[in-house]
């Protein structure tokens, strides 16, 4: 099972919106509505965000939303601020043997 | 509040073993899969291996099938990983974490460093 394709890096300023995508197969993100994004600070554990495409957890802001088309999907941060400049980490399940296949990673900076 | 902590970490010559251990707490751990999930330095997020709640069903990643055994017990709320024929690849921050569609809380992670 290959990781899922990300962009390396993503920029924007403040305020401003940002799309970050995560490109599968037909065998994971294409097949299952269980994609989860991943907020991971220098240093520290990663942070679920984003689970089922496009469900926030309790607590996360609403700055943080995903979506899903074909084998694609994608997070938005919008109203960028600089305590979302981290890494992030989409993730899909494909299948019951393999439950987690990684996405390569984004780093998002602030500008 | 969901506490996972992880141990065992440390340096091992290539071959050896080492078995790390998950102490979770703030909730009803025998109802959760966990798993554990491995970054290498400067290195992006790779699943390792997953056990469901009653030990019913468990999992590995290519990578480590054969070498690695995942393990739990309810009665002390741990979740374990035996590593065995450790590899320089092997290195990496080890982290535990409960879920079983998504990966909802996490542990700080232990690390592991495979070199002589």
């Known amino acids: 099972q290959s990781a899922l394709t990300q962009p390396a890096s993503v920029s924007g300023s403040p305020g401003q919106s940002i799309t970050i995508s995560c490109t599968g197969t037909?065998?994971?993100?294409?097949?299952?509505?269980?994609v989860s994004w991943y907020q991971q600070h220098p240093g520290k554990a990663p942070k679920l965000m984003i689970y089922?495409?496009?469900k926030r957890p309790s607590g996360v802001s609403n700055r943080f939303s995903g979506s899903k088309s074909g084998n694609t999907a994608s997070l938005t941060i919008s109203g960028l601020q600089a305590e979302d400049e981290a890494d992030y980490y989409c993730?899909?399940?494909?299948?019951?043997?393999?439950?987690?296949?990684f996405g390569t990673g984004t780093k998002v900076t602030v500008l | 509040e969901v506490q996972l902590v992880e141990s065992g970490g440390g340096l091992v010559k290539p071959g050896g073993s080492l078995r790390l251990s998950c102490a979770a707490s703030g909730f009803t751990f025998s109802s959760y899969s966990m798993n554990w999930v491995r970054q290498a330095p400067g290195k992006g997020l790779e699943w390792v291996s997953s056990?469901?709640?009653?030990?019913?069903?468990?999992y590995y990643a290519d990578s480590v099938k054969g070498r690695f055994t995942i393990s739990r017990d309810n009665a002390k709320n741990s979740l374990y990983l035996q590593m065995n024929s450790l590899r320089a690849e092997d290195t990496a921050v080890y982290y535990c974490?409960?879920?079983?569609?998504?990966?909802?809380?996490w542990g700080q992670g232990t690390l592991v460093t495979v070199s002589s």
């Open positions: 056990i469901s709640s009653s030990s019913s069903y468990i």
């Open positions: 089922e495409v496009s």
């Open positions: 974490a409960r879920g079983s569609l998504e990966l909802q809380s």
């Open positions: 037909s065998s994971d993100v294409g097949s299952y509505n269980l």
């Open positions: 993730c899909s399940y494909a299948g019951s043997s393999t439950p987690y296949v």
